[in-house]
């Protein structure tokens, strides 16, 4: 019996975590990302390639690429406290929500655009070059 009690809690553990850091994580249209966007202690992340970003990002953001093998090493070089919220987003909601999962398993509190930046064009978002 303490041998099963011990086997399903080890089994436990990592769902429970993962459950933990996908609560810190929140999807978020358009309207309500902008709003996330003005409130304090909220860094905007861009984790588009570099080309993509200096084809147009929303103004103020911090480009920082997923793809790139050392993307949780580049974003712990900008020293971001863990108290801030971290606004996440891409070119369709993909790569920023796969970055949410390891920016929350990081203790980051994390708001994914739905939709990405087309999504943000799309509503008449503006950009900057």
């Not at 690429?65 to 606004?87: G, R």
Request: glycine share 10%; aromatic share 6%.
């Amino acid at each position: 019996m303490r041998k099963f009690i011990l086997i399903l809690l080890t089994c436990m553990l990592p769902m429970a975590c993962m459950a933990q850091g996908e609560s810190r994580i929140n999807s978020v249209a358009v309207g309500e990302f902008g709003a996330v966007m003005k409130q304090k202690d909220v860094v905007l992340l861009d984790v588009r390639t570099v080309k993509e970003y200096a084809d147009g990002h929303i103004a103020g953001a911090l480009n920082v690429v997923w793809l790139d093998k050392t993307f949780k090493e580049d974003f712990e070089k900008q020293k971001i406290k863990k108290n801030k919220t971290v606004a996440v987003y891409c070119r369709s909601g993909k790569r920023s929500m796969a970055a949410a999962k390891v920016l929350a398993g990081m203790g980051y509190q994390v708001v994914n655009l739905t939709g990405g930046i087309m999504a943000w064009q799309k509503e008449g978002g503006k950009v900057e070059k």
